[in-house]
């Protein structure tokens, strides 16, 4: 039973071929075509307000050198969030709940703001290492927490992602499983377990959405401090 819970999070194979190379590339299919319009339709519109909005969103707490990196964040932001919801049908696989991906897309972008940091400003960089006006003999190992907390933060933006949207759908499947099994043994407990389940679906849309916000936000964040 335990073993068929964690099945939901093991990329499915069609003739040899993992599907999930077919589930990230499917949120591309969600935008329109480019036109010779710029608004074409309710739906072009409605799309081009949300991206606006998440773009002066994550720009906000950045300054002008910062907003080279609007397309890579708006286009991350939007392709988490795209994954996170399609994951939430029915017979789906979400594939940010497995930890390789999310450090694949956490580290690389992680590094590049680090590494832009040290290109443009080395010692303001190097600087956050050590705060000013710190004793001299806790210079050393005030460095090295300092380091390691640098070190780890692509770690933590890939776990913070992997473990909330893992516990969502473990959620889930339990309630769902325990409403399929009390139908026929006690119906009103199953009905009352499936409001719960409604209520539970309804919170993991919000959590899916703001943990791919978080994500992008924490990177616009690690990249103002080196800009």
């Known amino acids: ?26 949120p591309a299919l969600l935008l329109p075509s480019p036109r010779n319009r710029w608004v074409t339709n309710r739906i072009s519109a409605l799309q081009s307000w949300f991206i606006y909005t998440i773009t002066k969103q994550l720009m906000t707490p950045l300054n002008k050198k910062g907003h080279k990196w609007a397309l890579i964040l708006s286009s991350l932001m939007i392709f988490l969030l795209s994954i996170n919801l399609l994951g939430l049908l029915p017979y789906t696989f979400t594939p940010t709940t497995q930890l390789s991906m999310n450090l694949a897309l956490a580290f690389p972008l992680w590094l590049a703001t680090l590494l832009t940091g040290l290109r443009n400003q080395p010692s303001a960089s190097l600087g956050h290492l050590l705060p000013e006006g710190t004793p001299t003999p806790l210079i050393p190992a005030l460095i090295m927490i300092e380091t390691t907390s640098l070190l780890i933060r692509p770690l933590a933006l890939g776990v913070r992602l992997t473990a909330n949207l893992t516990a969502g759908h473990l959620l889930i499947q339990l309630i769902s499983t325990a409403t399929a099994v009390l139908f026929s043994i006690m119906p009103a407990v199953s009905i009352l377990t499936a409001c719960v389940l409604l209520l539970l679906t309804i919170l993991e849309v919000a959590v899916a959405m703001i943990q791919a916000y978080v994500f992008v936000l924490l990177l616009s964040l690690y990249l103002q401090e080196n800009i």
Do not use: A, C, E, K
């Not at 039973?1 to 499917?26: A, R």
């Open 1 to 26: 039973m335990n073993l068929s819970f964690f099945d939901q999070f093991m990329s499915p194979h069609l003739l040899g071929v993992p599907l999930i190379l077919i589930s990230l590339l499917f």
